[in-house]
């Protein structure tokens, strides 16, 4: 039987948002949203890169936006349902780090 997973997150105060950046150094605030801009060697190596996080992002149910200009990606995580940042948004910029990492 199939149903529909809602994963409920609450979101995060300034403060715990500042601390949760404190051990993500790549990544910025940015409003409701936490981001992180990054270059590849190669336009290649980005999309691969790109397609790595898809499919992180499709295992968590959780959905980073997504910038490519050439080889030079911005990843912006936020929890659209919330209108902020969650654990779910500190989680998913941890996995983007550690798969851009794998480079
Ligand atoms: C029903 C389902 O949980 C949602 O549509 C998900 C999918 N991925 C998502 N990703 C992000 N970043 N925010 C969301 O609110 C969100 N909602």
Redesign the pocket.
């Known amino acids: 039987m199939h149903g529909?997973?809602?994963?409920m997150a609450e979101l995060l105060s300034d403060a715990e948002v500042e601390a949760a950046l404190g051990s993500l150094p790549d990544w910025q605030r940015a409003g409701a949203s936490i981001t992180r801009t990054l270059k590849c060697p190669t336009f290649p190596a980005a999309i691969a890169l790109v397609d790595r996080v898809a499919a992180a992002a499709e295992s968590r149910?959780?959905?980073?936006d997504i910038d490519i200009r050439w080889r030079t990606l911005t990843f912006t995580?936020?929890?659209?349902?919330?209108g902020g940042i969650t654990d779910?948004?500190v989680g998913?910029a941890r996995e983007i780090d550690r798969l851009a990492a794998e480079d």
Do not use: K, Q, Y
């Open positions: 529909t997973i809602i994963v149910n959780h959905h980073p995580c936020a929890t659209h349902s919330m779910l948004d998913l």
